[in-house]
């Protein structure tokens, strides 16, 4: 797949960047083997191809550290990196060796490359990414937030946190969104945009 070498470049030297820290090769071993290069990010949205996963990761990881500067200065780019890199890891697996997307063989004019594995853990996504990367790394309270709650208002259990979310929290769900929506999956629509202005 075009770009897919450059984006797995990207993610070993965000990788290398937080490698110091304990579990973290463990962590990205695990979900290697598991399926993180070639997993995708959704089943019918945004990046629901084979890749799609590791690019939306790098991306989080990336734009995350760009607005880290302006928003939450005092983070330590390594928090922001594992966050970003990893707050997905539950699209990959469930923890007990199942897949999270199954490829949906005989998809045809209903569009829908992926099914959802009805035999992984039932639990939810972000909490799920949670129990996962907690396997390997001992996280802090706003790491722990971030990842489980990255969703925001998308998911019921903002319910949980709406009333004081953590800073953390909101820079990583933020990235999340901005990567998904304009940078993912309304690229052709800016790239039509561009085009039209190139035109005139
Ligand atoms: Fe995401």
């Given at each position: 797949m075009i770009g897919l070498e450059k984006t797995k470049n990207e993610y070993s030297e965000l990788l290398q960047r937080i490698s110091?820290?304990?579990?973290v090769k463990e962590l990205a071993a695990y979900l290697e083997k598991h399926g993180f290069f070639t997993a995708p990010a959704s089943t019918k949205y945004h990046l629901c191809i084979e890749g799609g996963l590791l690019i939306h990761s790098v991306s989080v990881a990336k734009l995350a550290l760009k607005l880290k500067p302006v928003?939450?200065?005092?983070?330590?780019d390594e928090t922001v990196i594992l966050c970003g890199l990893f707050h997905d890891a539950h699209k990959v697996t469930d923890g007990f060796s199942n897949k999270t997307y199954l490829k949906n063989e005989g998809y045809g004019s209903e569009r829908q490359p992926y099914l959802w594995n009805?035999?992984?853990?039932?639990?939810?996504g972000a909490q799920k990414s949670l129990l996962i990367i907690s396997k390997f790394i001992g996280l802090s309270r706003d790491e722990m937030q971030a990842i489980a709650y990255h969703d925001g208002p998308y998911v019921p259990s903002w319910e949980d946190i709406k009333n004081d979310p953590y800073p953390l929290t909101l820079l990583i769900h933020y990235a999340d969104m901005w990567s998904c929506?304009?940078?993912?999956?309304?690229k052709a629509r800016l790239m039509e945009g561009k085009k039209f202005m190139e035109d005139v």
């Open positions: 110091n820290r304990h579990g928003l939450l200065p005092d983070a330590p009805k035999e992984q853990l039932n639990f939810s929506w304009i940078l993912e999956r309304n």
